[in-house]
């Protein structure tokens, strides 16, 4: 059976925001006549906040916080529990202290179930704050090299960057390749995400159907090209 599997932000939505909501109205006949599954590094909250209570209880299944906390509408199907040490939350602060982005908005730290999103701007930034910190990491590649310092001083932590403006923490395995469990052989997955690269927190679960020989990974630019590219899949399949 074909299955649709969809990182949420920048893929769906625009990074940090709402559905579009022409797209919105598409998305939600396609998964009323489709399999479809989210995977997101963001809480149950911040993901029904960006893509709305409809299509988030039409998905077959979400998966929060890169796979650690799973749901079928209301229902909790499981959640993992794992505390994020005071060694790592102290060189987290360290990181934070010495970077040259001059803005600090809050929430740098943000524990999830399962996982943590560290950000230099913060999680209270506004867009226009985002769009400073993106200017900035672009110029200095300072996600990326946070998250290898971070790779190369703890073992059983991966670290990788996600979405615009944070970098998504959890132990080794309990990142978005996670979620492959919970399909049969027999189906054939369709993953659209915009971190593919193998720093961007989409990486694992695109190397795992490659990998396994699960289907297909297809990496996006935004929510346009998503929907542009989704559209040509189901006129080669149907």
Same mark, same amino acid.
């Given at each position: ?15 940090? !925001?709402? *559905? ?19 995977? #997101? ?80 701007? &913060? ?34 932590? *991966?670290?990788? $960057? &996600? !979405?615009?403006?944070?970098?998504? *923490? ?15 052989? #027999? ?5 659209? !995400? ?9 990486? $694992?679960?695109?190397?795992?159907? *490659? ?21 040509? #899949? ?5």
């Amino acid at each position: 059976m074909n299955k649709f599997i969809f990182d949420v932000d920048g893929t769906i939505t625009p990074s940090r !925001g709402k *559905i579009d909501e022409e797209f919105a109205t598409w998305f939600k006949t396609f998964c009323s006549t489709h399999p479809v599954y989210l995977v #997101t590094g963001s809480d149950k909250p911040k993901t029904v906040e960006q893509v709305g209570t409809d299509i988030y209880n039409l998905s077959s299944r979400v998966y929060n916080c890169s796979g650690s906390e799973v749901w079928r509408g209301e229902v909790n199907i499981r959640s993992t529990t794992w505390n994020l040490p005071i060694s790592v939350r102290r060189w987290l602060t360290s990181r934070l202290d010495e970077s040259t982005f001059p803005l600090r908005t809050g929430a740098h730290i943000e524990e999830r179930v399962g996982m943590v999103n560290f950000s230099i701007v &913060g999680r209270g930034a506004t867009l226009g704050e985002r769009k400073l910190y993106v200017k900035h990491d672009t110029a200095h590649d300072e996600r990326n090299q946070i998250a290898k310092a971070f790779n190369a001083q703890f073992e059983d932590l *991966i670290a990788r $960057p &996600g !979405g615009e403006t944070g970098i998504d *923490i959890s132990p080794k395995g309990a990142d978005k390749s996670q979620i492959t469990q919970d399909f049969d052989p #027999t189906d054939i997955l369709y993953f659209y !995400g915009d971190r593919m690269d193998p720093m961007g927190n989409d990486y $694992p679960l695109k190397r795992a159907i *490659i990998d396994k020989d699960l289907g297909f990974a297809i990496e996006v630019l935004d929510w346009k090209d998503t929907w542009n590219k989704l559209k040509t #899949t189901l006129e080669n399949i149907e």
